[in-house]
């Protein structure tokens, strides 16, 4: 059931009205579901319960530390990119070993953290990594567990800027090469061969991208088994899409139909790196709006959160429903959602119906719990907005609003101006 209900015309998270919330912490403010985001995470525990698993949730999507203790208490682990995000996972209480950490450059020092904080493996992009790994590795003396990040050449039939399981893309090995990368690999003193990963894209609505790329990999695991190279981790990354509008995504359950069977009779740990379809429709976005401007062409409602906040829209041109956080009783108007940052781009939503609404009434932005406050910026100095957590009758502040003097900590003036 979708915890973001109307109760008596009445926008609610969980059992607390959205208003309350607004009233107490103001706007723009991130609200998160704990029960929506417990459930996602169940969703992929349940399914795959059968076989030995980790469900490594994706920090990118939602990088909380609240969002990420969650996840840890419930068995979930981390698939991280930066050091940043292993630092983030570790002070939240994730195990390292459920955190994953991918990414085609990782710099010597995150290299060095990752090694020291014994994370379950690093997914190896190239063979300049793979070196660098095992120079680092050698030099502290111990072992880097890697998996090489396959490429397996599958149109996961997606918008193209989160799409990376195509030749085309900086994301991988291209499988071909696969064979000689391991080959290399085990010729490396300092690199221990644990797994192999592939990610193909995000927001998939389809299971058949999935399938065909999971044959290719375990194809290429009984390749590499011949040549006497055993795998024993087979992270098969994150993708699952959700419904922002009209898209009909498959559950977790239905993924484990298609997978399980083909598992059948082989030893591996498997590790899920969900992030969309866990966080994404766990949160909303809750706005104010501050002016209505009829211009020639178009109407305008102008609302207190921004490009800056909410980057999807922008850049992906993403569809994010837009509904009253207290529905009246007026008809509805067609108008773009703008922002108050001074771009053309920065639009919420573009020729869109929704209810007609009046200044200093609020507007919810849904499925924004993914890639939402991660993606958010300072740009034009507005400060990072407030992130909210409700389980329940309950609410926290889990992430205050940032303020003017935390905008620019760190800066200096030199001596010479
Ligand atoms: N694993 C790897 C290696 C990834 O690159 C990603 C996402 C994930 C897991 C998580 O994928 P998910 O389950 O969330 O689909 N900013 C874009 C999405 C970029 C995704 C990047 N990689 C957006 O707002 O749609």
New binding site residues.
């Given amino acids: 059931m979708h915890l973001f209900q109307y109760k008596n015309g009445e926008l609610y998270a969980e059992d607390v009205p959205v208003r309350d919330i607004i009233s107490e912490v103001g706007t723009p403010v991130y609200i998160y579901s704990h029960d929506t985001l417990l459930r996602h995470l169940m969703a992929y525990e349940d399914a795959f319960r059968s076989i030995p698993h980790i469900t490594c949730f994706?920090l990118?999507?939602n990088s909380n530390a609240a969002v990420i203790k969650l996840m840890a208490k419930h068995g979930g682990g981390a698939?991280i990119?930066s050091g940043g995000e292993l630092f983030r996972a570790l002070r939240a209480g994730v195990p390292p070993g459920k955190i994953v950490y991918?990414?085609v450059g990782k710099t010597e020092e995150e290299i060095r953290y990752a090694l020291k904080s014994k994370v379950l493996m690093f997914?190896v992009e190239s063979e300049d990594e793979l070196k660098e790994l095992d120079r680092i590795a050698g030099g502290m003396r111990v072992k880097a567990p890697i998996a090489f990040?396959i490429n397996p050449d599958i149109d996961p039939l997606t918008?193209p800027?989160?799409s990376?399981g195509l030749k085309k893309y900086k994301?991988g090995i291209p499988i071909e090469d696969a064979v000689e990368y391991y080959k290399l690999a085990r010729r490396l003193r300092n690199i221990d061969i644990l797994g192999i990963?592939k990610?193909i894209?995000?927001?998939?609505t389809k299971i058949s991208p999935f399938v065909d790329a999971l044959k290719k990999i375990l194809a290429l695991i009984d390749k590499l088994s011949k040549q006497g190279i055993p795998i024993s981790y087979l992270d098969i990354?994150?993708?699952?899409?959700i419904t922002y509008k009209d898209e009909a995504p498959p559950h977790p359950s239905q993924l484990a139909q298609k997978v399980l069977p083909m598992l059948k009779g082989r030893q591996l740990t498997i590790v899920f790196?969900?992030?969309?379809?866990?966080?994404?429709n766990a949160g909303i976005l809750a706005t104010k709006v501050l002016y209505l401007k009829n211009g020639h062409k178009k109407q305008f409602v102008i609302v207190d959160a921004g490009m800056n906040d909410l980057?999807?829209p922008s850049?992906?041109d993403?569809y994010h429903h837009i509904q009253p956080v207290v529905k009246g009783r007026r008809g509805a108007i067609v108008a773009d959602v703008v922002g108050p940052v001074c771009e053309s781009g920065d639009f919420l939503a573009k020729g869109r119906e929704i209810p007609a609404i009046k200044r200093g009434e609020y507007l919810a932005v849904m499925s924004a719990g993914?890639?939402g406050f991660t993606?958010s910026s300072n740009y034009n100095s507005r400060p990072k907005i407030a992130e909210v957590m409700v389980k329940g009758k309950q609410f926290a502040l889990v992430r205050k609003r940032e303020t003017y003097s935390e905008i620019i900590k760190g800066e200096a003036i030199p001596d010479f101006i």
């Fill in positions: 994706a990118k999507s698939d990119v991918a990414g997914n990040r918008h800027y989160i990376t994301f990963h990610h894209g995000s927001q998939l990354g994150g993708g699952i899409g790196e969900p992030g969309r379809s866990i966080a994404g980057m999807r850049l992906y993403s993914a890639y993606m």
